[in-house]
């Protein structure tokens, strides 16, 4: 399957930025990159999809460059309750990169 | 709108038994996802469904693992022979298309709660 890699886990205190880095060197043109966010004992759900450049929203920022070979999630100031495992994926056209959600980054926010 | 269900929620067997693991996904979604998440690990691609039909069945780990939905709607998960490293978290997802599918934001996942297996 078609890969993206991320790091496998990153630490923060509360109210801090977090930044985490996805890259996917494969991307397909058609493919749109999207994360998702998975608690303990819960299913992963979508937080953010976006294409090329950057998107916000109520939860998080998705920064794209041009070449769009890798992806920024953004968290501005985490709380606790951030902490999850954080996936990314592409979807679309290459259902490799669709279906391989790996073990993500695990996202632990401390006080 | 109604969710993803899955169910049981919970399935304790002993080894050398058959489970069924039921899905139903969302209204109106045509691509259904089968995962696995054993404990402290990611998400491992099983088998995903475009309507009644599995065009990628490559992650299903044995000929133990069987999967079949009907009417473009219900799915079932049958893992035959139960082995305690089947022991793991079955999760369902749906989207509106699968993937491959023009334009590529139709075919987000949508999950559901998961199935805790535990085989003695």
């Known amino acids: 399957l078609a890969k993206t890699t991320q790091p496998i886990s990153m630490d923060s205190y509360e109210g801090q930025e977090v930044n985490i880095t996805c890259s996917h060197n494969n991307i397909a043109t058609n493919d749109y990159i999207t994360w998702y966010q998975q608690f303990p004992s819960q299913g992963p759900r979508f937080i953010i999809q976006?294409?090329?450049t950057k998107v916000t929203n109520e939860v998080a920022s998705l920064f794209i460059p041009a070449d769009r070979k890798s992806s920024t999630l953004s968290l501005p100031r985490v709380s606790l309750s951030d902490t999850a495992v954080y996936y990314c994926?592409?979807?679309?056209?290459?259902?490799?990169?669709?279906?391989?959600f790996g073990k993500g980054t695990s996202l632990l926010v401390t006080p | 709108g109604a969710g993803v269900s899955q169910s049981p929620s919970n399935k304790v067997t002993e080894k050398g038994k058959d489970v069924e693991l039921r899905c139903d996904p969302i209204?109106?979604?045509?691509?259904l996802y089968w995962y696995r998440q054993s404990l402290g690990q990611g998400l491992e691609f099983l088998i995903y469904f475009q309507g009644n039909s599995a065009p990628d069945k490559s992650g299903l780990p044995s000929d133990r693992f069987s999967a079949e939905r009907t009417g473009g709607s219900v799915s079932t998960l049958t893992i035959q022979r139960t082995q305690q490293e089947d022991s793991a978290v079955y999760l369902c997802a749906s989207s509106l298309a699968g993937p491959g599918a023009s334009g590529g934001s139709t075919d987000t996942q949508y999950f559901g709660p998961g199935t805790r297996l535990t085989v003695l």
């Open positions: 209204s109106g979604h045509t691509a």
């Open positions: 976006g294409y090329k």
């Open positions: 994926l592409g979807e679309g056209t290459n259902s490799g990169y669709a279906l391989n």
